[in-house]
């Protein structure tokens, strides 16, 4: 039987990929506590993530992490309120490693486990930082899956405004970087790889920004990148002018696509949330555009960049205020289209 307590203390578990998240979030304090458990190790050998790994360490690592952020944060079991878990978008058996702890845990607690959409804990992020982003704004959503700009009015209230048609901008660096020989995460080596690059050498396509909309087409770009590699790559040296002619492009059409959607939108407040929302190189193209056009950016903390528990039990605690339905099911969706959650 569900207490429904007042919903102040919420235990937050993110498993949608490769890395393990726990927090907890309180009403009145913020941010308890949280820890990560990092499976790059796992799987940099093979290049990437291998799906059936990821389930077996989520399902090794999460208990002890929620140990760790209950003894972290000072508190008892019985003072949480609520749960909350990533239900999607992701890989299905990291999902369901998440849902069944979360749900069990609800069950043996007598609290209310919710399911949270990935992209909305990220969109939510920034809301742990001080001072928060104030609704309503814009959305620049990028990870290694997602490519979004969001038109955001409020918790659940989202309009998409453009989204990736093939390879997300996080995907591209990730494949461009492993084009390039270098090592597992792809995308963080290619920026620091970039840094030694002569960024006049080459020149690289801006896709999609010889025609109107918002949306996004990275495979292109990242094909160009192989081309030029195959026709050039000798040196470490020719290798960092690709990496730098790749994130210049990458990191121009995103400033060109938000530049577009603050002038749509009439929104002088943009949101940078998601992986690649770390890269340096974008950052510093946005605080441009942020004085181009006056307008204020927030980004969540880096560590809250990547995939996180924090953000999902601050996710969870808005949707948890807001009598967000729960029961005893168990449900995850790979594929979750954002603008489909419930306002």
């Not at 050998?45 to 399902?59: F, I």
């Not at 992490?65 to 008892?76: P, T």
């Not at 990935?118 to 814009?138: I, Q, R, S, T, V």
């Not at 949330?273 to 006056?294: D, I, P, Y």
Request: glycine content about 8%; overall charge neutral; some cysteine.
């Amino acid at each position: 039987m569900l207490l429904y307590k007042p919903i102040m203390r919420i235990l937050g578990i993110e498993t949608s990929c490769d890395d393990t998240g726990v927090a907890l979030y309180d009403a009145a304090q913020g941010l308890l506590s949280h820890a990560l458990y990092s499976q790059t190790t796992t799987h940099a050998v093979y290049g990437g993530v291998v799906p059936e790994l990821a389930s077996r360490d989520h399902s090794q690592k999460l208990l002890p992490l929620i140990e760790k952020v209950i003894e972290d944060a000072h508190i008892s079991i019985e003072s949480i309120t609520g749960i909350a878990y990533t239900a999607g978008p992701g890989l299905i058996g990291a999902l369901m490693v998440g849902a069944c702890f979360a749900k069990t845990l609800g069950y043996a607690w007598g609290i209310p486990a919710i399911a949270i959409h990935h992209m909305e804990g990220h969109l939510l992020a920034p809301m742990l930082e001080d001072p928060p982003p104030k609704f309503p704004f814009l959305a620049l959503l990028i990870s290694g899956g997602h490519t979004l700009l969001v038109e955001v009015e409020g918790v659940g209230h989202y309009k998409i405004l453009g989204e990736s048609l093939d390879d997300a901008v996080g995907e591209a660096f990730d494949k461009t970087a492993k084009i390039l020989g270098l090592s597992y995460p792809g995308g963080p080596a290619l920026a620091a790889l970039a840094k030694l690059g002569n960024p006049k050498r080459f020149y690289f396509p801006r896709p999609m920004t010889d025609r109107s909309g918002l949306d996004f087409s990275f495979s292109g770009l990242k094909t160009y990148s192989m081309n030029t590699i195959n026709e050039t790559l000798k040196t470490l040296a020719d290798k960092a002018d690709v990496a730098c002619a790749f994130q210049e492009a990458a990191v121009d059409t995103l400033f060109i696509k938000c530049q577009r959607a603050i002038k749509a939108t009439k929104l002088n407040l943009l949101v940078v949330a998601g992986g690649v929302g770390a890269n340096q190189r974008l950052r510093e193209k946005l605080k441009e555009l942020s004085t181009l056009m006056n307008i204020s950016i927030y980004y969540p903390r880096i560590e809250f960049c990547t995939d996180n528990g924090a953000m999902i039990a601050y996710a969870g605690y808005r949707r948890l205020k807001m009598e967000a339905n729960s029961d005893l099911s168990i449900s995850v969706k790979p594929r979750w289209p954002m603008d489909t959650l419930e306002k």
